[in-house]
């Protein structure tokens, strides 16, 4: 009976998945899909390895199935599905594993406790990612999981990319930035040298571009500088977080306005960025689909950030060689690319617009002196290669 490995991938508007046969050395992969749009427009969908697809529902419009229904879902699913290969073990992404975890690490119910004091660093991820862990140690002790961590990629970041300037004895006790979606740059640094052999080589920025934003750059494959800080806050506007703000106008806001810490925090990670700004949706979808005024904003002010982000970045790098694009904006929205690319001409990028416009790998044009690329995210490989790599001792 070949040996399966099932991978749970909990972002902040979907839980993703996947299910792998390890042939050797090798992972199969069997299925994969998700239950996106988790509090406006659930949605799941399950495919085969060839792209067939295996199961398709939607809850309707409105609906807030939650990360909660979604596991529901996804336990039947995946129950029915393993159709007689023997489960060795299940993967997760963890998203904060602060200073502790610089590596994935096999799970007991002393670590699922240890990762709680997370939670408030990573209120819209840390609970999905912990919940599903705990639920399967109480009903299968004996099943192995192992988790990932999305901060863990980032420690090669050199000291000063990790320090705020604050005093010191805070970095030493561990409020330092951190960076996230480390496993999706981790994929990404793993295809690189079959995509380009100089960026993956040289200077090249990551932009994952999903529900969360973040951008990475990448030295030689290694992390040295990422947009995200402590929190999955920091940086760029994403679906419904304000990106980086004015510490100033948090103290306004509770000293003059008497807003108290969990209004705050319901602003900042929830009703804020693309959402906040437009009024219309948090959706890059239904922005660039919308007429109202206040969507274009929106997508201007995130367009805006991510310029500056990559001048810094390419600051960081001492130059650029590479533009990568990921996640579901990144790798689904070329008109976004469209922009960023433009507003990136002075760094040497020139774009092939009807390549991206067909959603081609290569998206700069002949003689580009930045390459750019689309390049699709697969965290839940990287979890299971990590997850295999363990259990194998
Ligand atoms: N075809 C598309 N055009 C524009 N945006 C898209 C498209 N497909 C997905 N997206 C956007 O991708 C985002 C979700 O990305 P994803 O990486 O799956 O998020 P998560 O952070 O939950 O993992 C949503 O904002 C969605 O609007
Ligand atoms: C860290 C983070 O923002 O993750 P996601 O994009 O999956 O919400
Ligand atoms: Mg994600």
Same mark, same amino acid.
């Given at each position: 009976?070949?040996?399966?490995?099932?991978v749970?991938?909990a972002?902040?508007?979907?839980?993703?998945f996947?299910?792998?046969?390890?042939?050797?050395?090798?992972?199969?992969?069997a299925q994969?899909?998700?239950?996106?749009? +988790?509090?406006?427009?659930?949605?799941?969908i399950?495919k085969? %390895?060839?792209?067939? =697809?295996l199961? !398709?529902?939607? #809850?309707?419009?409105?609906?807030?199935?939650?990360h909660t229904? %979604?596991v529901a879902h996804?336990?039947?699913h995946l129950?029915?599905? /393993?159709?007689?290969?023997?489960?060795a073990?299940v993967?997760?992404?963890? =998203?904060?594993?602060?200073?502790?975890?610089?590596?994935p690490?096999r =799970?007991?119910a002393?670590?699922?406790?240890? @990762?709680?004091?997370f939670? *408030?660093?990573?209120?819209?991820?840390?609970p999905? !990612?912990l919940?599903p862990?705990?639920?399967i140690l109480?009903?299968?002790?004996?099943l *192995?999981?192992?988790?990932?961590?999305?901060?863990?990629?980032?420690?090669? !970041?050199?000291?000063?990319?990790?320090?705020f300037a604050? *005093?010191?004895?805070l970095h030493?006790?561990?409020?330092?930035r951190?960076g996230?979606?480390?496993l999706?740059?981790?994929?990404?640094?793993?295809?690189?040298?079959?995509?380009?052999?100089?960026?993956?080589?040289?200077?090249?920025?990551v932009?994952?571009?999903?529900n969360?934003?973040s951008? $990475?750059?990448?030295?030689?494959? &290694?992390?040295v500088?990422?947009?995200?800080?402590?929190?999955?806050?920091e940086? /760029?506007?994403?679906?419904?977080? $304000?990106g980086?703000?004015?510490?100033g106008?948090?103290?306004? +806001?509770?000293d003059?306005?008497?807003?108290?810490?969990r209004a705050?925090?319901?602003?900042?990670?929830?009703?804020?960025g693309? @959402?906040?700004?437009s009024?219309v949706?948090?959706?890059?979808?239904a922005l660039?689909?919308s007429s109202?005024?206040?969507?274009? =904003?929106?997508?201007d002010?995130? $367009?805006?950030?991510? &310029?500056?982000?990559?001048?810094?970045l390419?600051?960081a790098?001492?130059?650029?060689?590479?533009?990568?694009?990921?996640?579901?904006?990144?790798?689904?929205a070329?008109?976004i690319?469209e922009?960023?690319?433009?507003?990136?001409? #002075?760094?040497g990028?020139r @774009?092939?617009?009807g390549?991206?416009?067909?959603?081609?790998r290569?998206?700069?044009a002949?003689?580009? &002196?930045?390459?750019?690329?689309?390049?699709?995210?697969?965290?839940?490989?990287?979890?299971a290669?990590h997850? &295999?790599? /363990?259990?194998?001792g």
């Amino acid at each position: 009976m070949a040996d399966a490995i099932a991978v749970l991938n909990a972002g902040s508007s979907s839980l993703k998945f996947s299910l792998f046969i390890v042939r050797g050395e090798e992972l199969e992969p069997a299925q994969r899909g998700q239950v996106e749009s +988790l509090y406006t427009d659930p949605h799941f969908i399950a495919k085969d %390895a060839a792209g067939r =697809v295996l199961e !398709n529902k939607r #809850w309707g419009h409105g609906l807030k199935l939650g990360h909660t229904g %979604a596991v529901a879902h996804l336990v039947a699913h995946l129950r029915e599905s /393993l159709q007689g290969a023997h489960l060795a073990g299940v993967g997760h992404r963890v =998203v904060h594993g602060g200073m502790e975890y610089t590596k994935p690490v096999r =799970v007991d119910a002393g670590l699922v406790q240890a @990762l709680q004091k997370f939670v *408030p660093l990573a209120p819209l991820h840390q609970p999905h !990612n912990l919940a599903p862990i705990a639920a399967i140690l109480g009903k299968l002790p004996d099943l *192995p999981q192992v988790a990932c961590f999305d901060t863990s990629f980032h420690r090669s !970041n050199p000291e000063v990319a990790q320090m705020f300037a604050l *005093p010191h004895a805070l970095h030493t006790q561990g409020v330092r930035r951190y960076g996230f979606h480390g496993l999706s740059y981790e994929y990404i640094a793993s295809t690189l040298p079959q995509v380009d052999a100089r960026a993956a080589a040289g200077r090249t920025v990551v932009m994952h571009l999903g529900n969360g934003a973040s951008m $990475c750059a990448l030295e030689g494959g &290694r992390s040295v500088a990422s947009t995200m800080g402590f929190t999955a806050v920091e940086g /760029l506007p994403m679906g419904t977080r $304000c990106g980086s703000v004015d510490p100033g106008v948090i103290l306004y +806001l509770m000293d003059q306005r008497g807003m108290d810490v969990r209004a705050i925090e319901k602003m900042v990670y929830k009703e804020s960025g693309l @959402l906040g700004v437009s009024g219309v949706s948090s959706d890059m979808r239904a922005l660039l689909g919308s007429s109202d005024p206040r969507a274009a =904003v929106a997508i201007d002010l995130y $367009c805006y950030r991510i &310029r500056r982000e990559l001048g810094s970045l390419a600051a960081a790098l001492g130059g650029l060689d590479a533009l990568v694009f990921t996640a579901g904006i990144g790798e689904h929205a070329a008109p976004i690319r469209e922009r960023v690319c433009r507003d990136a001409e #002075w760094l040497g990028l020139r @774009l092939d617009t009807g390549a991206n416009a067909q959603g081609a790998r290569r998206i700069s044009a002949e003689g580009s &002196r930045v390459a750019a690329y689309v390049v699709p995210t697969n965290e839940e490989l990287m979890i299971a290669r990590h997850t &295999r790599a /363990l259990l194998a001792g």
